[in-house]
């Protein structure tokens, strides 16, 4: 077990469907980020946020969203879903300056499949 | 030049062999260096680091080997077993910005017995 939760494991839904992943960070950890896992594009950056701020924005679509609530937990709001959209989605969470101490540390990720 | 490309897509390598996978990087910027570690069905964890002050790292069977001016860094693992069998992802990041990953499509390292 990592620390970092992540709800739920398997998504199956719809076209045009919108669904919420939704993460929770490592105990004592302030930043979360986003990742989109696929076949073809390996593992793209979507979104981070810092201790409930927007940090950085990678290549998130216009459809999805995130936010980091007080307690620090994230969720991930994908609407009108695509079958293209179907792929694993991954948070991590690190501590400040996590790169001097050890990096991130991903969860297990949730399997969206769109259908 | 946010680009990090690595290569092999797919490495089989007999057990007690050793493992090369390579990135290579354009963005001068970055100065943070991982190597993640995947098993199916789990997130990718954190396997070795690197800065670009030294060439070499090791841990245990795991090296890096980094050559900033060619913008080139690698992982060696000696004597591989087949419990290494895994997804390598390489990444690169700036420790100034948001410390947000840019990571390597992957390469699929099998150990055969």
């Known amino acids: 077990d990592s620390g970092v939760t992540q709800t739920p494991k398997h998504l199956i839904t719809a076209t045009g469907q919108r669904v919420t992943l939704r993460c929770s960070p490592r105990s004592g950890d302030l930043s979360v980020y986003w990742y989109q896992q696929s076949l073809d594009q390996g593992l793209q950056f979507l979104i981070q946020y810092y201790n409930g701020e927007e940090r950085a924005k990678g290549n998130i679509l216009e459809r999805f969203s995130a936010q980091q609530f007080p307690d620090l937990h994230s969720e991930l709001n994908l609407s009108s879903l695509e079958l293209g959209d179907s792929a694993l989605y991954f948070c991590?969470?690190?501590?400040?300056?996590?790169?001097?101490?050890?990096?991130?540390?991903f969860g297990s990720g949730t399997r969206l499949t769109v259908v | 030049q946010q680009q990090v490309k690595q290569s092999p897509q797919s490495l089989i390598v007999q057990k007690g062999g050793i493992s090369i996978i390579n990135c290579a990087y354009e963005n001068t910027a970055f100065d943070y260096f991982p190597w993640y570690q995947q098993f199916p069905g789990k997130g990718p964890a954190l396997l070795i680091a690197?800065?670009?002050?030294?060439s070499e790292k090791k841990e245990g069977r795991f090296t890096i080997s980094f050559n900033k001016s060619a913008k080139q860094f690698s992982l060696h693992i000696m004597d591989s077993q087949p419990g290494d069998s895994a997804t390598y992802f390489c990444a690169a990041s700036f420790q100034g910005g948001s410390e947000k990953l840019v990571f390597g499509k992957g390469t699929k390292l099998t150990v055969n017995p």
């Open positions: 690197i800065r670009p002050d030294v």
């Open positions: 991590a969470s690190s501590p400040r300056n996590s790169l001097r101490t050890g990096g991130y540390t």
